[in-house]
């Protein structure tokens, strides 16, 4: 009996083999000759729209799998609010301005970089990002993804950068905008500053020392304040000296330097860097955990008599100390930031190189000073004998150099020790990165001003009352977004 006549299987217009790679052009192909997405858009025209604000991808390389992921469930959001009616308008952007690009076109021009006007690199620099454009939008349409294609918005359109300015020009008017001095992240290599987000972090072997600074005034003749940092390079910078007013201090009287101030807790731990001979029992403060050391009770001292005192943070407020490398005094400052955690409890202040030294000398009144130039090299204003010129990393063997010939360096032996910890590092050229204090523009968020709809107010006040009109809209999806 034949049963072939009795199987009854259903019909289907697929083919029997995929030949995606055939097939997937051709779909895409008729999507665009048909125009399905302009259909779709002029179905739901009247509808209720769908906002979407599609963050641009970096108009340099081909895509890869972080902008594959990023593409198709921004695809896949759109195409959902299409389906169920709503007018879900898909633009897509790219950034085309930074480094990225003029460093790829340097690399293209070589020597003939030099020949080149301003105007003619940037033009050449608009060209790349146009042919890079070119090439990740045929992508993201192999990729299946419909939106407007041939109406982008491009940050390099010279209505987007007007409308920036315009914009820019707001914030002016209204007294929001100004130039200061400020430290930020910067790449020496790329000569550029850096933006949090442009930071990784990396590990990286750097000197750890414990200098001795000199009182001159306020506590007793003779008396000095131990500071600890990884950056020696940062020393000649130096203009204040943090301590905190709530923890408490010990006068230690330091063989072969004299009396020193560290924070009490911290003592243990700074003996053991800088006199072992010190501890009754030295490899209780030399550990792993040099903070539980640190709190090792009285007992390991072999000389306790040597804590000539114990003061209060706040009694330290006001001395002055000489700096050990050029002749000038620094005042000792109040600031939370100084901890026990680690080091001495006192912390070497630059308000050039240093988010809360920064802080720390607006509130003080301190020049916002860095004799390092944009190569991240130190300049003449550095005024130290034989660091003029040096690049910073190259410049701590020399400063470190120095302070154990002014007889100021702690450390056991008169040598550095290394240290292995987490430093930023830039994301382009993966090198280490320093701050330093530029002139750079600034919009205040805490600045009151005018603000249309708003009445007087503060830019970060208005943000966060929108925040809050959208939680009483219906809030946010999901709700920690707000």
């Known amino acids: 009996m034949d049963y072939r006549e009795t199987v009854h299987l259903p019909k289907t217009d697929f083919p029997m083999r995929a030949a995606l790679s055939e097939r997937e052009p051709a779909q895409v192909k008729a999507w665009e000759d048909e125009k399905v997405y302009e259909k779709l858009l002029a179905k739901n025209a009247a509808a209720e729209k769908f906002v979407f604000h599609d963050g641009p991808p970096y108009a340099n390389g081909p895509i890869h799998q972080g902008h594959f992921l990023n593409k198709i469930l921004k695809d896949l959001v759109v195409k959902y609010h299409l389906m169920a009616g709503r007018l879900g308008d898909f633009v897509p952007g790219w950034d085309c301005h930074g480094l990225p690009i003029e460093r790829q076109v340097d690399k293209q021009l070589g020597a003939k970089k030099r020949e080149l006007s301003v105007g003619e690199f940037r033009r050449a620099c608009r060209k790349y990002a146009e042919e890079q454009i ?188 000489r700096h050990p490398l050029v002749a000038r005094e620094g005042p000792v400052i109040m600031g939370a930031h100084a901890t026990a955690d680690a080091g001495t409890g006192l912390v070497h202040t630059a308000p050039g190189h240093g988010e809360d030294d920064f802080n720390m000398g607006v509130q003080y009144g301190l020049p916002i000073w860095a004799p390092v130039d944009g190569h991240g090299r130190f300049t003449g204003d550095v005024a130290i004998a034989g660091l003029e010129g040096l690049k910073v990393f190259d410049a701590n063997p020399k400063v470190i150099e120095l302070l154990a ?27 280490p990165v320093i701050f330093r204090a530029t002139d750079q523009w600034w919009i205040g968020l805490d600045i009151e001003i005018d603000l249309p709809g708003r009445g007087h107010t503060t830019i970060r006040k208005a943000a966060l009352a929108a925040i809050d009109e959208i939680d009483a809209q219906g809030g946010w999806i999901p709700a920690w977004g707000n």
């Open 134 to 321: 070119d090439l990740q939008r045929k992508d993201f349409k192999r990729l299946g993804i419909l939106a407007r294609w041939d109406h982008p918005y491009k940050t390099m359109d010279f209505r987007y950068e007007a409308d920036i300015v315009r914009e820019l020009s707001q914030f002016a008017r209204r007294g929001a905008l100004y130039r200061r001095k400020r430290p930020v992240h910067w790449c020496p290599v790329d000569v550029t500053a850096l933006a949090e987000a442009e930071v990784e972090y990396a590990d990286k072997t750097s000197p750890s020392i414990y200098v001795r600074f000199p009182v001159t005034a306020g506590g007793p003749q003779g008396w000095g304040l131990a500071i600890w940092t990884t950056t020696p390079w940062t020393i000649p910078a130096n203009l204040a000296i943090t301590a905190n007013p709530e923890l408490e201090y010990v006068a230690y009287d330091l063989p072969r330097h004299g009396v020193t101030v560290v924070a009490r807790d911290l003592l243990h731990a700074f003996l053991a860097d800088c006199a072992p001979d010190e501890l009754a029992q030295p490899s209780e403060a030399r550990g792993d955990d040099l903070l539980s050391a640190a709190r090792a009770t009285g007992a390991t001292l072999r000389h306790p008599e040597r804590i000539r005192r114990t003061l209060q943070g706040t009694e330290l407020d006001g001395w002055k100390y």
């Open 405 to 431: 010939g002014a007889g100021v360096l702690l450390n056991a032996g008169g040598r550095a020790a290394q240290i292995r910890h987490s430093y930023p590092h830039c994301w382009r050229c993966k090198n």
